[in-house]
């Protein structure tokens, strides 16, 4: 692997940033960063030895920091989330090879927590499942045809007795059913 250096622009001796580009062996780029103190800062992108851009993130001197994205072999995305303090935090998606999406997800400080939504390879439902604090908490899933093929949503009704309404809905998204169950709907 080669590495280069680039100077900044004001042409300091010891500049407070720097850009700096990686090579695979075969000459192509591998990686271009900027550089603060001796660590990644800004927008870090990264190629694969074919050449297609497999990663990109935000970093701060901390480490990654900010919007997080790859890609598959093919140019379609594989995964997107954001990084909070070294964590995932918010939505992480992910996406088949043919783009159609595959699983979106909730999460705080790298746990899941809310809702997990997964999908057929054909973008059919496939699962809902409600995480609080990473622990499972109510599961729907489907079938390819899109019948429910199970569901502890029954046993919600009896782990939250202080709701007055156990009438529950297959057919209403779960969120919504968390929510009436006392859950919280958002982070």
């Keep these: 692997m080669i590495k280069k250096t680039l100077d900044s622009p004001n042409n300091k001796p010891n500049p407070p940033s720097k850009q700096v580009i990686e090579y695979h062996p075969n ?35 901390r480490g990654p920091h900010g919007p997080e994205t790859w890609w598959h072999e093919n140019g379609e995305k594989w995964m997107q989330s954001t990084i909070k303090d070294g964590s995932t935090h918010g939505v992480d998606t992910i996406w088949y090879r043919n783009g159609q999406k595959r699983r979106e997800a909730m999460r705080k400080d790298g746990k899941k927590h809310g809702l997990v939504t997964e999908w057929h390879k054909n973008g059919d439902k496939w699962k809902e499942i409600y995480y609080l604090r990473n622990k499972e908490y109510a599961r729907i899933e489907w079938n390819k045809e899109g019948s429910v093929t199970k569901s502890n949503l029954s046993d919600l009704a009896t782990a939250r007795p202080q709701t007055q309404e156990t009438y529950i809905d297959k057919s209403e998204p779960l969120v919504k059913t968390m929510t009436r169950f006392g859950f919280p709907h958002s982070m």
């Excluded at 192509?28 to 960063?33: A, E, I, W």
Aim: hydrophobic share 25%; proline share 0%.
């Design 27 to 61: 000459g192509k780029v591998k990686s271009k960063t900027t550089e603060k103190n001796g660590k990644k800062h800004t927008l870090h992108i990264n190629w694969a030895e074919n050449g297609y851009k497999d990663w990109e993130a935000m970093w701060n001197e």
